[in-house]
């Protein structure tokens, strides 16, 4: 079965230092990777994905995350955090069929 | 604006009432998907569609139906409704393979 964990409620970081926000998986065979973030009282928008090829992927509004097989990890990175960065992140998995499972989301809070 | 829209984006219904939540969307997806979203359990799949046939049916509980009449529009019928199904449903639709989703507004259900 696949599976995705976000084993962080909450991130806090202050404005204008790095941040990560962890995600490690589970699936059998070659995954799909997901980023998306939701602000209150709104849908889902997506951020970067990893299909295949470079495991560093970029993707929308300076953020990053770096695929690695080996840990099963997909950790999101941003290098200078922003106020306007605080937000809900999730992470997400697809293998196979069009089943898109989401881990628990990780609450960022960036200080001034 | 994902493309994807959700009617209405808020619902009170009472425990015995009957209602549908709608889910439209014209970018030619060909998979479409109801989520859960709850403090208890963030994003909770439901119902997975792909070519408008039912692929996943996460154990719902037969108080909600799905019907996706078109690869265009999904619906979730409501009946008989506990206090505890209150939450955001939020819907999605994707291409297939390895593209993202794109969400919904979401519909803010609360019954009383």
């Known amino acids: 079965a696949q599976s995705v964990a976000q084993p962080e409620d909450q991130v806090n970081v202050a404005e204008g230092n790095p941040l990560t926000v962890k995600c490690t998986y589970s699936?059998?065979?070659?995954?799909?990777l997901f980023w998306y973030v939701q602000y209150p009282n709104r849908g889902l928008q997506f951020l970067l994905k990893?299909?295949?090829?470079?495991?560093l992927v970029k993707g929308s509004y300076g953020f990053e995350a770096e695929f690695n097989k080996s840990q099963t990890s997909f950790h999101l990175k941003k290098p200078s955090a922003l106020v306007s960065d605080s937000a809900l992140y999730f992470c997400?998995?697809?293998?196979?069929?069009?089943?898109?499972?989401f881990g628990t989301g990780t609450r960022l809070q960036v200080f001034p | 604006e994902t493309g994807v829209t959700q009617t209405p984006r808020h619902l009170v219904m009472g425990m015995t009432n009957k209602k549908s939540l709608k889910c439209e969307q014209h970018?030619?997806?060909?998979?479409m998907y109801w989520y859960k979203q709850s403090a208890k359990k963030p994003l909770e799949l439901m119902f997975v569609?792909?070519?408008?046939?039912?692929?996943e049916n996460n154990s719902v509980p037969s108080r909600f139906s799905p019907e996706c009449p078109n690869s265009s529009h999904l619906f979730l019928h409501l009946h008989t409704l506990q206090p505890e199904d209150s939450a955001l449903y939020l819907c999605?639709?994707?291409?297939?393979?390895?593209?993202?989703?794109?969400f919904g507004q979401g519909t803010r259900l609360t019954v009383v």
């Open positions: 999605a639709s994707r291409l297939g393979g390895g593209t993202e989703a794109f």
């Open positions: 699936v059998s065979g070659n995954p799909y």
């Open positions: 990893y299909i295949t090829g470079d495991n």
């Open positions: 997400a998995v697809r293998a196979h069929t069009d089943k898109l499972i």
């Open positions: 970018l030619g997806h060909n998979a």
């Open positions: 569609y792909s070519l408008e046939e039912r692929v």
